[in-house]
């Protein structure tokens, strides 16, 4: 039985800060989020889902770029008093656009982590539908001509990220006790006793949730890997990795178009004009709360087709 406080339902936002928000909101625009909100000093870009926002910066224009932080939805509001109570802090009010309420954390690294409810929901925005494939066993597109939308992928919402840690073991007990996060895989280069990656899910009981919302990389330094969006389909990220290419606003290829096969999704990273990773992804593998864990060695667990990773790996 999980003896975590909470458990958070997924992962909200990530904040960064840099010197300037018109470059960050070009680059964000063409990587098919849309603003949300920004105000002299801070930009809020959504998706296509009710979130208010799924990417925040902050601006310091003296400042070098910084990685600050993740957010979580908290499932309940009552959880943010019992996280509160369990962790010595308090239930805050959110004073940025959306509103609500957050419970201010920081990991074992020293990362900002916040736990958020009751920020304000927005409309959908609309989905430019793509028909249905015709593939070898089915072909159900009969008069109905594939015709692809050009321009920005859709993002939906974030959906994971990857931070790097001197120390995987203290930093995976911290998420799985405080947020109540799942172990679904880990990685191992000398045994499956030594891992030194893993990945954690939200717990969801019988609800299915993504193969995972965070994956922790032991390596020397604590930073941040990655990113990552969820687009509307694998045309739509296709689409969006053309379109980045042509007007990336500073913004470089990293490493795809490929597919995973520790959470299966279809992926294609990205550095934005600041050098960090953010990556567009599709069709995760889902699983409920009682899939047992897996463990497995690092030269099994990358691609089940694509580009072999970067040689500057720093996802």
Not at 77 to 105: K, N, Y
Request: glycine share 10%; with cysteine; aromatic share 8%.
């Amino acid at each position: 039985m999980s003896t975590a406080i909470i458990k958070v339902s997924d992962l909200a936002f990530p904040r960064f800060r840099v010197p300037d928000l018109d470059r960050m909101e070009a680059f964000l625009t063409a990587f098919g989020m849309q603003r949300s909100a920004r105000t002299a000093d801070a930009l809020y870009m959504r998706g296509t889902d009710r979130h208010h926002h799924v990417h925040v910066t902050h601006r310091d224009p003296t400042g070098a770029p910084a990685f600050l932080g993740l957010a979580f939805w908290a499932a309940h509001r009552d959880d943010l008093r019992t996280l509160a109570a369990a962790t010595g802090s308090r239930v805050d009010v959110l004073d940025e656009p959306g509103g609500g309420e957050v419970v201010h954390l920081t990991d074992p690294d020293g990362r900002q982590i916040d736990v958020v409810h009751g920020i304000a929901a927005l409309d959908p925005l609309p989905l430019q539908p793509h028909p249905a494939l015709n593939t070898g066993a089915e072909r159900p597109r009969i008069g109905t001509l594939q015709r692809l939308h050009t321009g920005p992928a859709q993002v939906k919402r974030c959906g994971h990220a990857a931070l790097k840690t001197p120390v995987l073991a203290t930093l995976s007990r911290w998420y799985q006790e405080t947020l109540g996060l799942l172990a679904s895989d880990d990685i191992y280069m000398e045994g499956p006793e030594k891992p030194m990656g893993r990945f954690l899910r939200c717990d969801r009981g019988a609800d299915p949730a993504d193969h995972h919302t965070l994956l922790l990389l032991e390596t020397p330094e604590a930073k941040l890997g990655h990113v990552a969006f969820e687009v509307a389909d694998f045309d739509d990220l296709m689409v969006g990795h053309d379109h980045l290419t042509v007007n990336g606003h500073g913004g470089r290829p990293y490493w795809g178009i490929g597919r995973h096969i520790l959470g299966g999704q279809i992926f294609d990273y990205w550095k934005d004009p600041f050098g960090f990773t953010i990556e567009h992804w599709t069709d995760s593998d889902l699983l409920r709360a009682d899939t047992p864990a897996g463990s497995h060695h690092i030269l099994n667990a990358l691609n089940q087709w694509g580009p072999m990773p970067p040689p500057d790996l720093d996802f």
